[in-house]
Protein backbone atom coordinates (compact mmCIF):
# COMPACT_ATOMS: atom_id res chain seq x y z
CA UNK A 1 0.00 0.00 0.00
CA UNK A 2 1.62 3.11 -1.10
CA UNK A 3 -0.53 5.32 0.33
CA UNK A 4 0.27 8.95 -1.12
CA UNK A 5 2.96 9.46 -3.47
CA UNK A 6 4.89 12.97 -4.67
CA UNK A 7 7.16 13.65 -6.84
CA UNK A 8 9.64 15.09 -7.54
CA UNK A 9 11.33 15.47 -3.73
CA UNK A 10 13.69 18.09 -4.79
CA UNK A 11 13.99 20.35 -7.64
CA UNK A 12 15.46 23.29 -8.55
CA UNK A 13 13.81 26.44 -10.97
CA UNK A 14 14.79 29.14 -12.47
CA UNK A 15 12.49 32.41 -12.38
CA UNK A 16 9.72 32.39 -14.90
CA UNK A 17 10.27 28.47 -15.31
CA UNK A 18 6.99 26.43 -15.06
CA UNK A 19 6.60 23.01 -13.33
CA UNK A 20 3.90 20.33 -11.94
CA UNK A 21 4.37 18.40 -8.43
CA UNK A 22 2.68 15.69 -9.18
CA UNK A 23 0.45 13.72 -6.36
CA UNK A 24 -1.14 10.29 -6.21
CA UNK A 25 -2.74 7.99 -3.75
CA UNK A 26 -4.16 4.49 -4.12
CA UNK A 27 -6.38 4.57 -1.05
CA UNK A 28 -9.76 5.87 -3.10
CA UNK A 29 -9.72 8.79 -1.10
CA UNK A 30 -12.26 11.66 -2.28
CA UNK A 31 -10.30 14.15 -0.26
CA UNK A 32 -6.97 15.67 -1.84
CA UNK A 33 -5.03 18.51 -0.94
CA UNK A 34 -1.71 20.81 -1.41
CA UNK A 35 -0.06 22.44 1.26
CA UNK A 36 3.41 24.64 1.57
CA UNK A 37 5.58 24.63 4.79
CA UNK A 38 7.87 27.71 5.25
CA UNK A 39 9.69 28.04 8.54
CA UNK A 40 7.81 29.70 11.46
CA UNK A 41 4.76 29.78 9.52
CA UNK A 42 2.86 26.14 9.43
CA UNK A 43 1.37 24.31 6.26
CA UNK A 44 -0.94 26.91 4.57
CA UNK A 45 -3.60 25.25 2.15
CA UNK A 46 -2.97 26.22 -1.53
CA UNK A 47 -5.93 24.11 -3.20
CA UNK A 48 -8.04 21.33 -2.49
CA UNK A 49 -10.42 19.06 -3.63
CA UNK A 50 -13.43 16.80 -2.12
CA UNK A 51 -13.16 14.73 -5.62
CA UNK A 52 -12.93 13.94 -8.92
CA UNK A 53 -13.68 17.32 -11.39
CA UNK A 54 -14.12 19.59 -8.31
CA UNK A 55 -11.33 21.86 -7.60
CA UNK A 56 -11.36 24.95 -5.02
CA UNK A 57 -8.83 27.66 -3.52
CA UNK A 58 -7.21 27.05 -0.07
CA UNK A 59 -5.50 30.32 1.89
CA UNK A 60 -2.54 30.66 -0.82
CA UNK A 61 -3.35 29.99 -4.01
CA UNK A 62 -1.93 32.61 -6.16
CA UNK A 63 0.75 31.29 -9.00
CA UNK A 64 -0.37 27.94 -8.47
CA UNK A 65 -3.17 25.08 -10.54
CA UNK A 66 -4.37 22.44 -9.85
CA UNK A 67 -6.87 19.93 -11.68
CA UNK A 68 -8.28 16.06 -10.87
CA UNK A 69 -9.09 14.57 -13.57
CA UNK A 70 -9.29 11.44 -11.74
CA UNK A 71 -9.61 10.18 -8.06
CA UNK A 72 -6.15 9.11 -7.42
CA UNK A 73 -4.24 12.35 -9.00
CA UNK A 74 -3.99 16.05 -7.80
CA UNK A 75 -1.23 17.34 -9.91
CA UNK A 76 -0.21 21.07 -8.47
CA UNK A 77 1.27 23.29 -11.32
CA UNK A 78 3.55 26.58 -10.49
CA UNK A 79 3.05 28.99 -13.91
CA UNK A 80 5.46 31.10 -13.51
CA UNK A 81 8.01 30.38 -10.49
CA UNK A 82 9.14 32.87 -8.53
CA UNK A 83 11.36 32.95 -5.06
CA UNK A 84 8.70 33.35 -2.89
CA UNK A 85 7.51 29.98 -4.49
CA UNK A 86 10.68 28.31 -2.28
CA UNK A 87 9.06 26.17 0.03
CA UNK A 88 8.23 22.58 0.85
CA UNK A 89 5.15 21.34 -0.56
CA UNK A 90 2.85 18.84 0.44
CA UNK A 91 -0.25 16.85 -0.65
CA UNK A 92 -2.47 14.89 1.60
CA UNK A 93 -5.51 13.12 1.42
CA UNK A 94 -8.28 11.65 3.49
CA UNK A 95 -11.38 10.13 3.01
CA UNK A 96 -14.79 11.74 3.23
CA UNK A 97 -16.36 14.21 -0.19
CA UNK A 98 -17.18 17.34 2.65
CA UNK A 99 -13.50 17.88 3.02
CA UNK A 100 -10.58 16.55 5.35
CA UNK A 101 -10.72 14.11 7.74
CA UNK A 102 -7.55 12.39 9.06
CA UNK A 103 -4.55 13.48 6.40
CA UNK A 104 -2.85 10.85 5.17
CA UNK A 105 0.43 12.76 3.86
CA UNK A 106 3.04 12.48 1.12
CA UNK A 107 7.09 12.29 2.02
CA UNK A 108 7.23 16.36 0.32
CA UNK A 109 8.45 17.68 -2.03
CA UNK A 110 11.45 20.42 -1.89
CA UNK A 111 11.49 23.32 -4.47
CA UNK A 112 14.27 25.90 -4.64
CA UNK A 113 13.13 29.25 -6.90
CA UNK A 114 16.58 30.86 -8.19
CA UNK B 1 -10.68 32.90 9.24
CA UNK B 2 -8.83 31.11 11.87
CA UNK B 3 -5.95 32.38 13.93
CA UNK B 4 -4.36 29.08 15.95
CA UNK B 5 -1.62 29.57 18.45
CA UNK B 6 0.47 27.34 19.68
CA UNK B 7 4.15 28.13 21.37
CA UNK B 8 7.11 27.75 19.53
CA UNK B 9 9.63 25.60 21.24
CA UNK B 10 9.43 23.67 24.67
CA UNK B 11 12.28 21.22 25.93
CA UNK B 12 11.48 18.38 28.79
CA UNK B 13 13.77 15.39 30.14
CA UNK B 14 13.36 12.09 29.02
CA UNK B 15 10.99 10.40 31.31
CA UNK B 16 9.32 13.54 31.92
CA UNK B 17 5.86 14.75 31.15
CA UNK B 18 5.28 18.03 28.51
CA UNK B 19 1.89 20.00 27.67
CA UNK B 20 1.72 21.93 24.59
CA UNK B 21 -1.31 24.52 24.37
CA UNK B 22 -3.30 25.54 21.44
CA UNK B 23 -5.70 28.20 21.40
CA UNK B 24 -7.72 29.07 17.95
CA UNK B 25 -10.18 31.38 17.14
CA UNK B 26 -12.18 29.91 14.24
CA UNK B 27 -15.51 31.21 12.67
CA UNK B 28 -17.15 27.63 12.32
CA UNK B 29 -15.89 24.73 14.95
CA UNK B 30 -15.67 21.14 13.43
CA UNK B 31 -12.49 19.19 15.04
CA UNK B 32 -9.22 19.60 16.36
CA UNK B 33 -6.28 17.37 15.15
CA UNK B 34 -2.64 17.04 16.47
CA UNK B 35 -0.15 16.03 14.14
CA UNK B 36 3.19 14.64 15.12
CA UNK B 37 6.55 16.06 12.36
CA UNK B 38 9.44 14.68 12.80
CA UNK B 39 12.15 16.53 11.30
CA UNK B 40 12.51 16.18 7.15
CA UNK B 41 9.39 14.29 7.21
CA UNK B 42 5.60 14.52 6.64
CA UNK B 43 3.30 14.84 9.58
CA UNK B 44 1.36 12.02 10.80
CA UNK B 45 -1.71 12.02 12.55
CA UNK B 46 -1.73 11.78 16.48
CA UNK B 47 -5.63 12.21 17.73
CA UNK B 48 -8.53 14.10 16.84
CA UNK B 49 -11.17 16.31 19.32
CA UNK B 50 -14.82 17.44 18.11
CA UNK B 51 -16.44 17.27 21.66
CA UNK B 52 -15.16 18.59 24.95
CA UNK B 53 -12.77 16.10 26.88
CA UNK B 54 -9.41 13.99 26.95
CA UNK B 55 -9.11 11.22 24.84
CA UNK B 56 -6.34 9.19 25.68
CA UNK B 57 -3.80 7.47 23.09
CA UNK B 58 -1.14 5.40 25.32
CA UNK B 59 1.54 7.86 26.32
CA UNK B 60 -0.60 10.80 24.34
CA UNK B 61 -3.77 12.20 25.67
CA UNK B 62 -5.29 15.41 24.06
CA UNK B 63 -7.99 17.78 25.59
CA UNK B 64 -10.71 20.11 23.91
CA UNK B 65 -12.81 23.15 25.18
CA UNK B 66 -14.53 24.39 22.74
CA UNK B 67 -16.08 27.47 24.46
CA UNK B 68 -12.71 28.08 25.50
CA UNK B 69 -10.93 27.42 22.24
CA UNK B 70 -8.51 25.73 23.95
CA UNK B 71 -6.46 22.67 23.25
CA UNK B 72 -3.92 20.40 24.41
CA UNK B 73 -1.67 17.46 23.81
CA UNK B 74 -0.02 15.81 26.77
CA UNK B 75 2.99 13.14 26.40
CA UNK B 76 3.79 11.23 28.78
CA UNK B 77 6.83 8.99 29.90
CA UNK B 78 8.90 10.94 27.21
CA UNK B 79 11.20 9.24 25.21
CA UNK B 80 13.95 10.57 23.23
CA UNK B 81 11.96 9.72 19.81
CA UNK B 82 9.39 12.22 20.67
CA UNK B 83 11.26 15.03 19.88
CA UNK B 84 9.41 16.39 16.98
CA UNK B 85 7.26 19.25 15.72
CA UNK B 86 4.07 19.24 16.65
CA UNK B 87 1.17 20.79 14.90
CA UNK B 88 -2.07 21.66 16.04
CA UNK B 89 -4.58 21.94 13.31
CA UNK B 90 -8.48 22.99 13.30
CA UNK B 91 -11.06 22.38 10.66
CA UNK B 92 -13.60 24.87 10.26
CA UNK B 93 -17.33 24.38 9.13
CA UNK B 94 -17.33 24.12 5.24
CA UNK B 95 -14.53 21.23 6.37
CA UNK B 96 -10.84 22.92 5.77
CA UNK B 97 -8.02 22.33 7.63
CA UNK B 98 -5.74 25.30 8.87
CA UNK B 99 -2.93 24.59 11.08
CA UNK B 100 -0.72 26.54 13.40
CA UNK B 101 2.86 27.07 13.22
CA UNK B 102 3.71 24.35 15.19
CA UNK B 103 5.59 23.55 18.64
CA UNK B 104 9.29 22.15 18.42
CA UNK B 105 9.80 19.54 21.67
CA UNK B 106 13.35 18.55 22.12
CA UNK B 107 13.65 15.51 24.85
CA UNK B 108 16.54 15.95 26.60
CA UNK B 109 18.57 12.78 28.40
Known amino acids: NAGVTQTPKFQVLKTGQSMTLQCAQD?????MSWYRQDPGMGLRLIHYSVGAGITDQGEVPNGYNVSRSTTEDFPLRLLSAAPSQTSVYFC?????????????FGAGSRLTVL | GQNIDQPTEMTATEGAIVQINCTYQ??????LFWYQQHAGEAPTFLSYNVLDGLEEKGRFSSFLSRSKGYSYLLLKELQMKDSASYLCAVRDSDYKLSFGAGTTVTVRA
Open chain 1, 27 to 31: MNHEY
Open chain 2, 26 to 31: TSGFNG
Open chain 1, 92 to 104: ASSSGESGANVLT
